[in-house]
């Protein structure tokens, strides 16, 4: 059965940081990418950053650059998502995917999203 499984989401005041953790399971995950989503209250669902986990290629947003940072750890089947100098319109729930890392034109980008998980809420209080 495949699992993805988001934890580390919760309350925190803008400025602060969080982890979240995404842990894999039932596919092959050197087969994969593995994205971070987010859909916000009356929003649609955006890409936030995805990794690659075979070379660790990485896309991140243009509104995360430089505050979320995303890591793999293949040995524990389990992606990272760093958040730093969280702002209130980061307040989302955030999804873990198995995807697809493309390259097109200087930038790597996401795409199939084959599983999501749950999702974990994040709040960002001003």
């Known amino acids: 059965e495949v699992q993805l499984v988001e934890s580390g989401g919760g309350l925190v005041q803008a400025g602060g940081s969080l982890r979240l953790s995404c842990a894999a399971s039932?596919?092959?995950?050197?087969?994969?990418?593995i994205g971070w989503f987010r859909q916000a209250p009356g929003k649609e669902r955006e890409g936030v950053s995805c990794i690659s986990s075979s070379d660790g290629s990485t896309y991140y947003a243009d509104s995360v650059k430089g505050r979320f940072t995303i890591s793999s750890d293949n040995a524990k089947n389990t992606v990272y998502l760093q958040m730093n100098s969280l702002k209130p319109e980061d307040t989302a729930v955030y999804y873990c995917?198995?995807?697809?890392?493309?390259?097109?034109?200087?930038?790597?980008?996401?795409?199939?999203?084959?599983?999501w998980g749950k999702g974990t809420l994040v709040t960002v209080s001003s």
């Open positions: 039932g596919f092959t995950f050197d087969d994969y990418a």
């Open positions: 995917a198995a995807v697809h890392l493309g390259y097109y034109s200087g930038s790597y980008y996401c795409y199939g999203m084959d599983y």
